[in-house]
């Protein structure tokens, strides 16, 4: 009747259905929690790691102790060490929000920026290598911010690549904001 594989792949499609629905409730949740409260609750990573992942074909590390996020299964990104950073974006009046500290000394190839709405759907999903992320944080070594390696949102666009969109999925052609 039924062989090892059989079960194993109708346990692993059981399991990812079960993530795949946790993800859509924690998203509601999150979202209800701040409409209520006014402050975020601290899922913005976990979800940014489960949708870059589906997007891009990334395979997670799960080890705490990791300083990457992912590696990359296909395409241009092939076996790259993947950093992923998520916010959400509550209000576009705030001048400058920030993707976190970013350590071009560690060993990873990429970050991936994934941006969400305030119902923490995808937006956006952006990229950087880790050579452009260096450049723009050693542009500025007045700045104690960039000492520390924290990076704006906008400046993240304007450095990176926008990979994936709402409104297209995958970018076919990638959109590059350097060509001109």
């Given at each position: 009747?039924?062989?090892?594989?059989?079960?194993?792949?109708?346990?692993?499609?059981?399991?990812?259905?079960?993530?795949?629905?946790?993800?859509?409730?924690?998203?509601?949740l999150a979202a209800k929690y701040r409409?209520?409260?006014?402050?975020?609750?601290?899922?913005?990573s976990e979800i940014a790691r489960f949708d870059a992942a589906r997007a891009l074909d990334l395979v997670l590390i799960d080890d705490a102790n990791s300083h990457i996020d992912a590696i990359g299964r296909s395409g241009d990104r092939t076996d790259k060490r993947v950093i992923i950073k998520g916010r959400a974006i509550f209000d576009t009046?705030?001048?400058?929000?920030r993707i976190g500290q970013?350590?071009?000394?560690?060993?990873?190839?990429?970050?991936?920026?994934?941006?969400f709405d305030e119902n923490y759907e995808v937006d956006e999903i952006f990229e950087a290598s880790r050579e452009a992320i260096a450049d723009a944080l050693d542009s500025k070594r007045d700045s104690n911010?960039?000492?520390?390696?924290?990076?704006?949102?906008?400046?993240?666009?304007?450095i990176g690549q926008?990979?994936?969109?709402?409104?297209?999925g995958p970018e076919q052609d990638v959109w590059d904001n350097q060509e001109s």
């Open positions: 009747m039924y062989n090892e594989s059989m079960i194993d792949s109708a346990q692993a499609e059981m399991d990812i259905y079960s993530i795949e629905k946790l993800m859509h409730e924690t998203r509601q409409q209520t409260t006014g402050s975020t609750l601290p899922v913005t009046t705030r001048a400058s929000p970013l350590n071009p000394e560690q060993d990873w190839d990429l970050v991936v920026l994934v941006l911010r960039k000492k520390r390696g924290a990076m704006s949102i906008a400046q993240f666009k304007i926008r990979v994936w969109s709402r409104e297209n």
